[in-house]
Each structure stands twice: as C-alpha cells, then as structure tokens.
C-alpha cells in the first residue's frame, strides 16, 4: 500500500545551522507533499507545500524540494530559530474512495539549542 | 489564511459515555473533512473521510458505529466517540479541505481522556 518514510526521526542543531528533513513515497500518482509543523498538544500547521509540476519552493527561510524519478522530497529550514523547535511532518496525497487523502511520515523531532 | 476550528482542545469523560468534537472551518467552504487519532510521539492516522451531506468513509479497523461522524454543513463536521473506553484516549485531529487537489488546514486537536 501507499507508504512515506521520513528520516531523521530526531534532528538536533545549533542555532543559525541549518536542518534537512527527507521523505520518500511509494505511490507514483502522488502530485502534492505538504511540510506541516507541530508543537506540543497543537494541531499541525501547514508551512510549506510543493506539488509535482515544481522542483524546488521557497519561503524565506524554509524551502523544500522535490525529485519526481526518485520519489522523495525534502525539507530544507536555513538559519534556524530555537523557535524552529518543534515535530514536522511530511505527506503525499493519494486518490483513494473518491478522496484526494494524505498520507503522513513518522515524523522528526527537531530541536534548535541557543 | 484558511482557519479550522475544533472544539473542545480537551475533555474527560467517564468510560461507557459519548463525547462530541466539533470541527468548523471559519473562513472557507470545506467540500471535505477529514478525522484523524494521534497517539503520543507517533505520527496522525486516518480514520475517515467525509464530504457534506454524505456519509463518512472509515479507514480499514476503524470502527464506523463507535466514531460516529456527521458532516451537516460546508463549515463543520462533527465526530461523536460512543461508549467510549479508557483506550479511546488519544489526540484527535480534524483537517478540511476546499480543494481536490489535497491541501488541507487542521485544527487545533482535542485531548480526549477516558477514566
């Protein structure tokens, strides 16, 4: 069935260095990956997304980029904040009962030390 | 941006008792909705899927008549735990979509313990 794997599954950096997150999916019919970040006991907030007709995106200091042959995508967060602290999660969509679905990687716990 | 809202961001109810959650869309039409459980340090699984004014589509294992989930308007959707049992307790996330092309909005989660 459709699977993302996400690695590394805990990330750690210094303040101003910057951190990379890599996901790959198995569906090939897959045409979005949306980033959502998650800090504890909230809901995932959505940060960055790319769909498959794009390479690479960026957003100040958040970009993410995109390899459609190899199916994986990956986050790239420069600079980073000790507010970058937090779980991000990665995602493809699938079409699946008529639902355009998402389905989520495990998941890296990043943590930003001053 | 798109806001969803979900309501209550936590609960305790006693085993055997029903719990509704409430999740709205404020600012966009949501075409469709989405409920997922959380357990802790682990990622968000799906259970259903459901559009407005039909009914909802379960994820295999999730049980349809124990998360009863009700999609009465474009702007909220509404999943009811019944009979719930300590091993409900869980994060329960709803997201909404207005798109087909996947991009969906979450909300804030609800905290549900069971005792």
């Known amino acids: 069935g459709e699977n993302v794997e996400q690695h590394p599954s805990t990330l750690s950096v210094q303040e101003g260095d910057s951190a990379v997150i890599k996901c790959t999916y198995s569906d090939s019919a897959s045409n979005y990956f949306p980033w959502y970040k998650q800090e504890l006991g909230k809901g995932p907030q959505l940060i960055i997304d790319i769909r498959s007709n794009v390479g690479e995106k960026k957003d100040q200091r958040i970009a993410v980029t995109l390899n459609k042959t190899a199916k994986h995508f990956s986050l790239h967060i420069t600079e980073t904040q000790p507010e970058d602290s937090a779980v991000y999660f990665c995602?493809?969509?699938?079409?699946?009962?008529?639902?355009?679905?998402?389905?989520f990687g495990a998941g890296t716990r990043l943590a930003v030390h001053p | 941006g798109a806001v969803v809202s979900q309501h209550p961001s936590w609960v305790i109810c006693k085993s055997g008792t029903s719990v509704k959650i409430e999740c709205r869309s404020l600012?966009?039409?949501?075409?469709?909705m989405f409920w997922y459980r959380q357990f802790p340090k682990q990622s968000l699984m799906l259970m259903a899927t459901?559009?407005?004014?039909?009914?909802?589509?379960?994820e295999q294992g999730v049980e349809k008549d124990k998360f009863l989930i009700n999609h009465a308007s474009l702007t909220l959707s509404t999943l009811t735990v019944t009979s719930a049992h300590p091993e409900d307790s869980s994060f329960y996330i709803c997201s909404a979509s207005s798109q087909g092309g996947g991009e969906a909005f979450f909300g804030q989660g609800t905290r549900l313990t069971v005792v």
């Open positions: 600012d966009f039409q949501a075409t469709t």
């Open positions: 995602a493809a969509s699938f079409f699946s009962g008529g639902y355009n679905k998402l389905i």
């Open positions: 459901s559009n407005e004014g039909s009914k909802a589509t379960y």
